[in-house]
């Protein structure tokens, strides 16, 4: 599908596209860091091996336990922090 705007229309969505990525850039890294230790610490979800295959649970962050890694992590896509991945 395609649309045809006009200049005015351009401009409008140039802005709000602005708009929303300067909201995004006030995240700083270490409240995003928080935020996503705080989803792989709570949020269940479903593994492809181990204890939550059979029922969802929190993956959790190597940030909170040492001996873990970012494998299967919910956030591992946003996260800032560098990832490690089991060999």
Do not use: F
Not at 5 to 18: D, G, K, T, V
Not at 45 to 60: E, I, L
Not at 71 to 79: A, G, K, L, N, T
Request: contains cysteine; charged residues 30%; aromatic residues 8%.
């Amino acid at each position: 599908m395609q649309y045809i705007l006009n200049e005015a229309e351009y401009q409008e969505i140039l802005e709000l596209r602005s708009r929303t990525q300067s909201r995004l850039g006030r995240l700083s890294e270490k409240k995003l860091g928080e935020l996503c230790v705080q989803i792989a610490t709570t949020m269940p979800v479903k593994w492809s091996w181990g204890p939550g295959k059979d029922k969802p649970m929190p993956w959790g962050c190597i940030t909170v336990n040492e001996d873990w890694h970012c494998d299967e992590c919910p956030v591992r896509d946003i996260c800032p922090l560098d990832h490690d991945y089991s060999k």
